[in-house]
Each structure stands twice: as structure tokens, then as C-alpha cells.
């Protein structure tokens, strides 16, 4: 269902956009936590270990009672809203531009739709689209998980017009750059795993068909999203680093905090003060939210979309009955 299919063929792009917001919105709430948890370890400078006094967090089940103690269990929903805007928009937007592009390369050249190399140069395309398309509300989201209390923005509303009279309208594309650079790999190579376990999956389990088939897109989902974010991982970390740029007076309860000149300048402080390891910080929790995240995302989009062409195939009937 994921990507254009000339065989079966039933959803439109108007549907698969609206498929790809509800896939969106449904899994952000469920993810909202691992993402507040990544972010937090991501931002830290200190070391992520038990072993460093001065370090904030040094686990996950650390970090989730101190947050929970500190700050309440609403904090691991902090910038829900701007992160609904994000996953609604960035949702439509980078399945209708699948949907779009791998029809495109169906038509007008000789390559396959359905082969898993156009799925991933058009997934890493659609991706980078809606990128482009959210990043502001990113940036949004990114500083409302990483404010501590008390609240530099209250909502959604103070945060946009203070950043805006603060620091000018490109604060909203802060890490820009290493997102594009993260994102095309990233959402490419979940595609192109997604599409190569899905061939696997029906090569395994020929009778694969009706049973288990929303399981089986939930797992292979999760694992595309897992190796994925593996290997793309550094560059997210710069990424949000660079978005919390001018906001370091909120980040002080947390810890150190760092001032980067830019994308090459962030790299080089983190290797040079961090280590290697300072590129995956965060990495546990991002992981399980990679595995959760994507495969719930095509585990909805597979499942909207099978309910929109049940529902047109309901009509057409009726209609013929009729």
C-alpha cells in the first residue's frame, strides 16, 4: 500500500495525505515521551553516566523519575502541540509527495515504483519536502521539550512572537542544514528497509495475505525504523543542538550549556569535548521511539489507506446496485 501501485491503485493523493495525518497524530501521542527523553539527552553536555556528579540524566529510568519528580507527568508532553502540528503536517506532506513522486517515476521512466531503490530516493525526497515544509514548528517543538521550570514560553503564542522580535524569522530554520542532510538517508533508508522486509515478509510467508498483515507492517515498520536511525543518528544530535542556539538561559538548570557557530563549529565541539560518544547521546531513547514511531506510522497509513479503498469499494457497489 505504502507507494504508488498501478495494480492496485485506489488511493489518491488528496486520501493519502489525509492517511498520513491521521497516522501522524495518532502515534505522536503515543511517542511524546521517548521523544521528550531524547531531547533532554541529546541537549546534555555532561556525560551520560552515574559516574558524573554534575550529569543531569544518566539512564532512562533515571531521567523518567526525576522528570516525573521534578516537573510532573504532563512534562513528557511538553510541546505536544507545536509536535502535533509537526507530525499532522510533515505526515501529509511527505506521503502525498511519496505517493506523488513514485507515481512519477512509474510514468516516465523505466524503473519499477515498487522497487525498493525508488523507494528510497523518493522517500528521502518526500521527507526532505516536508521538512521544509515544518521546520519551524520543529524548532518550536524542540524548544518546548527542552525548557526546564519555571517556563521560558507558557505557549504557543509567547513563544512565536518572542522568538520572532528576539531573534529574527530565521530562528525557525535553525538546523536546517543538518536536518536536510540527516533527513534524506534517514527517511529514505526507512523506506527502502520497510520495502525490502515487506518483499521478505511475503517471500518467508507466501500466504501472507489478509492475516497478521497489519502486525507484519507494525514490525517491519519498527525494524526499517531502528536500523535506520542507526545510522543516521549524529547528525539528529546536531541538529538539536543547534536549535536550542539563543536559548541557553533556559537550559542552564540542566547543565552546561554551548554556543555553535554553525553545523561544521558544532561538530567539531562535540568531538573535542564529548568523544565519539557524544554523537549518540540519547541513542536508547531514540531507538525505541524510531521503533515505535515508524512502525506505528505505517502501521496507521497502511491501515487508513486499507479503510479508505474498503470504503470506495463499498460505495462503487452500492452504486452499482443501485
Known amino acids: 500500500m505504502v507507494g504508488y501501485d498501478p495494480e492496485a491503485k485506489c488511493v489518491s493523493t488528496v486520501e493519502a495525505?489525509?492517511?498520513?495525518?491521521a497516522s501522524g497524530l495518532v502515534t505522536r501521542v503515543l511517542v511524546s515521551p521517548l521523544d521528550v527523553l531524547?531531547?533532554?539527552?541529546?541537549?546534555?553536555i555532561e556525560q551520560l553516566s552515574s559516574r558524573n556528579p554534575t550529569a543531569k540524566y544518566h539512564s532512562i529510568l533515571q531521567a523518567v523519575q526525576r522528570i516525573l519528580r521534578e516537573e510532573g507527568l504532563g512534562a513528557f508532553w511538553k510541546g505536544h502541540v507545536p509536535a502535533q502540528?509537526?507530525?499532522v503536517g510533515y505526515g501529509a506532506v511527505q506521503f502525498m509527495a511519496f505517493e506523488s513522486l513514485t507515481e512519477l517515476v512509474h510514468n516516465v521512466t523505466s524503473?519499477?515504483?515498487?522497487?525498493?531503490?525508488?523507494h528510497l530516493v523518493c522517500g528521502g525526497?518526500?521527507?526532505c519536502t516536508a521538512t521544509v515544509?515544518?521546520?519551524?514548528?520543529?524548532?518550536l517543538r524542540t524548544r518546548f521539550a527542552a525548557q526546564g521550570e519555571p517556563k521560558i514560553y507558557p505557549n504557543l503564542r509567547h513563544a512565536v512572537v518572542t522568538m520572532y522580535q528576539k531573534e529574527g524569522p530565521r530562528t525557525f530554520y535553525r538546523g536546517l542544514t543538518p536536518t536536510l542532510v540527516a533527513i534524506f538517508p534517514y527517511a529514505g533508508l526507512q523506506f527502502f528497509f520497510y520495502n525490502i522486509l515487506q518483499q521478505f515478509s511475503e517471500w518467508v510467508i507466501p500466504a501472507e495475505g489478509k492475516k497478521g498483515g497489519n502486525i507484519k507492517n507494525l514490525v517491519c515498520g519498527s525494524c526499517a525504523g531502528i536500523?535506520?536511525?542507526?545510522?543516521?543518528y549524529p547528525l539528529d544530535v546536531v541538529k538539536k543542538r543547534l536549535q536550542v542556539g539563543g536559548f541557553e538561559h533556559a537550559r542552564a538548570a540542566f547543565g552546561q550549556v554551548r554556543t555553535y557557530r554553525g553545523f561544521l563549529d558544532c561538530m567539531?565541539?562535540?568531538?573535542?569535548?564529548?568523544?565519539?560518544?557524544?554523537?549518540?547521546?540519547?541513542?536508547?531513547?531514540?531507538?525505541?521511539?524510531?521503533?515505535?514511531?515508524?512502525?506505528?506510522?505505517?502501521?496507521?497509513?497502511?491501515l487508513f489507506c486499507g479503510l479508505l479503498c474498503a470504503l470506495k469499494s463499498t460505495e462503487s457497489t452500492g452504486r452499482k446496485e443501485g
Request: no cysteine; charged share 20%.
Open 85 to 87: 502540528f509537526l507530525s
Open 133 to 139: 515544509a515544518v521546520q519551524p514548528v520543529d524548532t
Open 125 to 127: 525526497l518526500a521527507a
Open 17 to 21: 495525505a489525509a492517511a498520513g495525518s
Open 268 to 302: 567539531r565541539q562535540i568531538r573535542r569535548e564529548e568523544g565519539p560518544g557524544g554523537f549518540f547521546k540519547g541513542l536508547s531513547p531514540s531507538l525505541l521511539k524510531a521503533a515505535f514511531s515508524t512502525g506505528l506510522v505505517f502501521f496507521w497509513y497502511e
Open 38 to 44: 531524547k531531547i533532554r539527552f541529546q541537549l546534555q
Open 111 to 118: 524503473y519499477s515504483a515498487r522497487s525498493s531503490v525508488v
Open 227 to 232: 536500523i535506520s536511525k542507526t545510522l543516521t
